[in-house]
């Protein structure tokens, strides 16, 4: 394991313990949502069971934290993490590259920060796991959570960390009350239709659907930023409806397509429904991103880590 990964888990496991929300430390800044009430039974579809507790991005992954990650790795880019659209989008450009292969570097457009990423595929979010399962840094992103080599068939394995939520884990996230173990139609506790905006100035529960988006009177805004949206659901995740849609983990039925959830800037206030999924290529890009979970450990893990880290700090200190 490297020191890394371990320096995150620890952190993790600790906001997991006192049940307090979590930024995980490092140069690569999540806040995070605990997901609790583990064993809770699924809703009339079969969807949301889920036996573990486990936390989830509390918002998409950012630009900024995306960038973050390209600076880290994608130097040389073999893998297309970016894609040249980031920049030269029909939404206007959010990251730009500069350099050549083997030099390049990315930064991200002012205003665009703590937008979702979006023109990035299934298989980028999974590199992006398994960066932040080795430890960020120089840390591998074809081996760790989950095994690239696999292609489609990539699944976690056993002892990943950080991961694409499967359909279920999404899905408890968004629709779950763990007060009153009812399932909701949206993802803001509610199951009354959200309603489209008619100006600039009222606050939006969701990003979706009205045309001029976000400012009718220019500029255009399509995409919202952490915290411009009121839409939360009972766990406290905010953005699972509108903005970008979400990829999964999961396959879908029709191979080799996975799912995505939650709807985008683009459409209606039935695609942020919880009966609302979609199938597409991996490989595809566009007005579609993620959030992330971390699998917390089992308790006698994180035990043994916090008394880990407690013996090495002590060690420390006695040898300075």
């Not at 205003?111 to 023109?119: A, F, I, Y």
């Not at 950080?162 to 779950?176: F, G, N, Q, R």
């Not at 409806?241 to 985008?264: C, I, K, Q, Y």
């Amino acid at each position: 394991m490297r020191c890394g990964h371990m320096r995150l888990g620890l952190w993790i496991a600790v906001g997991a313990l006192l049940h307090v929300p979590l930024v995980s430390r490092g140069d690569f800044i999540m806040a995070m949502t605990t997901i609790g009430s583990p064993g809770n039974v699924a809703d009339d579809t079969g969807l949301g069971a889920v036996g573990y507790a486990y936390q989830i991005g509390t918002y998409e992954v950012t630009v900024a934290q995306y960038v973050e990650f390209l600076n880290a790795v994608a130097q040389s880019d073999p893998y297309g993490l970016y894609n040249p659209s980031m920049t030269t989008g029909p939404e206007g450009a959010f990251i730009v590259r500069t350099g050549s292969d083997g030099s390049y570097s990315y930064d991200v457009v002012a205003g665009t920060e703590n937008q979702p990423v979006r023109w990035v595929s299934w298989y980028d979010g999974l590199r992006l796991c398994n960066w932040l399962y080795n430890g960020q840094g120089d840390g591998d992103t074809e081996t760790g959570s989950y095994e690239l080599s696999l292609g489609t068939y990539a699944l976690r394995e056993p002892g990943a960390t950080w991961v694409l939520p499967t359909e279920d884990e999404w899905y408890k996230a968004a629709y779950y009350d763990p007060d009153t173990g009812t399932y909701y139609d949206y993802p803001n506790g509610t199951d009354d239709v959200p309603a489209e905006p008619t100006d600039g100035t009222t606050p939006r529960v969701f990003n979706f659907g009205d045309d001029p988006y976000w400012a009718p009177d220019g500029p255009w805004i399509y995409f919202t930023s952490t915290g411009d949206t009121t839409g939360q659901s009972p766990f406290g995740t905010y953005d699972q409806g509108g903005n970008v849609r979400e990829w999964l983990e999961t396959r879908s039925e029709a191979f080799p397509d996975h799912l995505m959830r939650g709807g985008s800037f683009l459409e209606d206030a039935s695609d942020l429904n919880s009966g609302t999924a979609y199938g597409a290529d991996p490989h595809t890009e566009g007005m579609n991103g993620f959030r992330l979970v971390y699998l917390i450990p089992e308790p006698s893990t994180m035990l043994l880590g916090l008394l880990g880290a407690m013996l090495l700090s002590v060690l420390g200190k006695k040898s300075s």
